[in-house]
C-alpha cells in the first residue's frame, strides 16, 4: 500500500468513527421521548381506542431517569372483583398489601364501586412505562371490553394489541393474553418537586382536577401539571369519567402522614423519606440531563433525524 492509499484509508477510518459516535448519539436520542423535561400528557378516551391509527399512545412514556418504580392505582370493585386477593390477580399485584394499605382484611367481601388502591411494580419496556400482567379470556371478552370493563381505563387498546398477537375482537375463549397496565414514575421536575410516586386514578362521574386532590392531599396546580393540562381563562379543565389520570405524591407528606398507603417502602426508606428502589438499573442522571438538553435546544434536529429510523 503506497503512502497515498494509506492517508485515504485513515481518513475514511476516521470519518467512519465520527459517524459512529452520532450514530451511537441519535439512537439515545430517539430512545428517549422528545419531552423528557415535561410531564405527561393526558391520555384520555385513547385508552378505548381500538383503531389502526399509528398515533394512538400505548400508554405513559419513559420521560424520567428511573427505569422502573412503585407505582398505584385506583380500582373500583365490583363483582368477580371484590376482594383483595381477586383485585390483585386481576392487577397482578399483592393481596396483603392491599389489604394492609387500604386497612381491610385480605378476604374480605367489599361492597360495588369501593375504591381500592393497588401497589404495583412500575418499568420501562421500550419507551412506554407498564406493568404487565397475565388474563385469561372469558366469553364475550374484546380489547375494548377489556380496557373499559375489566380493567377500568388502567390499560390502553394500543397497548394490547402491541403486547399480544389476538385481534381486537373473536378471541378465543381461554386464550392467554398479557395487559400492559398504565403506570409512570415521576420525571426530575417532580422529583425536585419532592414527588417520589404517581397514582393513576381513573375518573368518575363528576369528578373534577380539584376533587381529585382533595381525596388525596394534592394541589390542583401539581395534577394539572402532571399531566399537561391548562385550563382556559374562562373554564376549568374538563375531565371524562372513566379514564386514567396521574395523580402526584409528595414523599414529603409521609412525615406529616405516615400512615399514607404511598408511605409504604419494601425496599425500606431513604434521608429524605423517598423510598429505596434497588430494582434494576437507572439511566446516568447526568446523560439524561444532557441528552435532554440537546433534544430541547434542536428539538427539529432530532425529530428529523429520528424520523430515518
Do not use: W
Amino acid at each position: 500500500m503506497n503512502t497515498l492509499d494509506l492517508k485515504l484509508h485513515l481518513k475514511i477510518e476516521v470519518q467512519l468513527i465520527k459517524l459512529m459516535k452520532f450514530l451511537y448519539l441519535y439512537i439515545l436520542l430517539c430512545m428517549l421521548p422528545h419531552s423528557i423535561n415535561c410531564q405527561q400528557i393526558l391520555l384520555n378516551t385513547t385508552v378505548t381506542d381500538c383503531s389502526g391509527t399509528p398515533s394512538a399512545p400505548k400508554g405513559y412514556l419513559c420521560n424520567s431517569p428511573q427505569t422502573s418504580c412503585n407505582s398505584f392505582l385506583t380500582f373500583r370493585s365490583k363483582p368477580s372483583y371484590d376482594n383483595p386477593t381477586s383485585i390483585a390477580y386481576l392487577l397482578g399485584s399483592e393481596a396483603s398489601t392491599i389489604a394492609s394499605i387500604n386497612n381491610i382484611s385480605r378476604n374480605e367481601k367489599l361492597p360495588t364501586n369501593k375504591t381500592i388502591i393497588v401497589p404495583i411494580f412500575c418499568s420501562c419496556s421500550g419507551n412506554i412505562y407498564q406493568h404487565n400482567t397475565p388474563y385469561t379470556i372469558k366469553k364475550g371478552d374484546t380489547y375494548f371490553h377489556l380496557v373499559n370493563e375489566t380493567y377500568q381505563s388502567l390499560t390502553t387498546c394500543q397497548a394490547l394489541k402491541g403486547q399480544n398477537y389476538y385481534a381486537s375482537e373473536n378471541i378465543a375463549i381461554g386464550a392467554e393474553i398479557t395487559v400492559p397496565v398504565l403506570c409512570a414514575c415521576p420525571t426530575t421536575k417532580q422529583m425536585e418537586k419532592g414527588i417520589t410516586s404517581l397514582l393513576v386514578y381513573t375518573v368518575n362521574y363528576g369528578e373534577t382536577v380539584k376533587s381529585i386532590g382533595e381525596a388525596y392531599g394534592v394541589d390542583e396546580q401539581s395534577i394539572l401539571e402532571a399531566n399537561e393540562l391548562q385550563p382556559s381563562e374562562n373554564r376549568s379543565v374538563i375531565l371524562f369519567a372513566l379514564t386514567p389520570i396521574l395523580v402526584p405524591l409528595r414523599g414529603k407528606s409521609c412525615k406529616e402522614d405516615p400512615d399514607s398507603f404511598y408511605c409504604t417502602c419494601s425496599q425500606g426508606r431513604l434521608a429524605d423519606g423517598s423510598c429505596n428502589e434497588s430494582h434494576g438499573q437507572e439511566f446516568p442522571a447526568k446523560l439524561v440531563a444532557a441528552l435532554g438538553n440537546i433534544a430541547l435546544k434542536y428539538p427539529y434536529l432530532i425529530s428529523s433525524i429520528c424520523n430515518q429510523l
